[in-house]
């Protein structure tokens, strides 16, 4: 029997979570053995996995350590600045690697759902606003995106400005936008709706067709396409 509180490099081959990644491929390893890679060592009497087993059973899954607060990691023991950052920087790669490979095949978009699986994963964790842009072609393909971390729907016409001067700069046939209630709540409110009236007005005085305005919240979205508030 193997004992854990061992050392990783004392263990049996076969128990190593390196030599299993490297052995059988890294889809078979739990949750807590490809943290213990990315810690690569633990602290005196525990392991990288003894480690890595605590903070996953502090957060309970990798979507929850990507938007808790620094200050909720500071009372694990053997948990310093490199290995955060090392576990911060892991994640926000698999984010983005999901957000770029989507994009490069240009989703075509016909519903609110088509693009849901996009932007949901980063921006209904973000605790301050995020407004982002797509692009799409004629043919309502994705091809690009921009986003306005400082612009919010309170801010309605410099907003519209620089959301029709970046849709014309890519040549966007049309444009959906959306931005996160830090809430969770996706309801829709009065800057909101007038926001979006505004928005659509301007896309049909600059031949650039708004499809939609989306609001996600936690794990759930508004969508004035579907509500036919955008015409």
């Known amino acids: 029997m193997v004992d854990y509180k061992k050392s990783i490099k004392n263990w049996p081959e076969d128990e190593k979570p390196r030599e299993r990644l490297l052995k059988y491929g890294e889809h078979t390893l739990t949750d807590t053995e490809l943290l213990a890679i990315l810690l690569r060592t633990g602290v005196k009497g525990a392991s990288a996995v003894d480690l890595a087993r605590k903070i996953m059973q502090k957060f309970g899954s990798f979507r929850n350590m990507s938007h808790t607060s620094i200050n909720k990691w500071k009372d694990i023991k053997g948990l310093g600045s490199a290995k955060l950052c090392q576990i911060k920087a892991a994640i926000e790669i698999g984010r983005r690697f999901r957000e770029k490979e989507m994009l490069e095949r240009k989703p075509k978009v016909s ?31 994705i091809f690009d995106r921009s986003e306005l971390e400082q612009g919010t729907v309170n801010q309605a016409n410099p907003i519209v400005r620089v959301i029709f001067q970046k849709a014309m700069e890519n040549f966007a046939a049309s444009i959906i936008c959306a931005h996160n209630h830090p809430s969770g709540d996706p309801e829709p409110s009065t800057e909101d709706k007038e926001f979006t009236k505004t928005l659509v007005k301007a896309g049909e005085m600059l031949n650039v067709k708004v499809l939609d305005h989306i609001i996600i919240g936690d794990n759930r979205y508004y969508s004035f396409a579907d509500h036919n508030l955008i015409d």
Do not use: G, Q, T
């Open 111 to 141: 519903k609110p759902e088509d693009v849901i699986d996009y932007i949901m994963p980063r921006m209904r964790d973000l605790r301050y606003e995020l407004f982002i842009i797509l692009h799409l072609d004629s043919k309502n393909r």
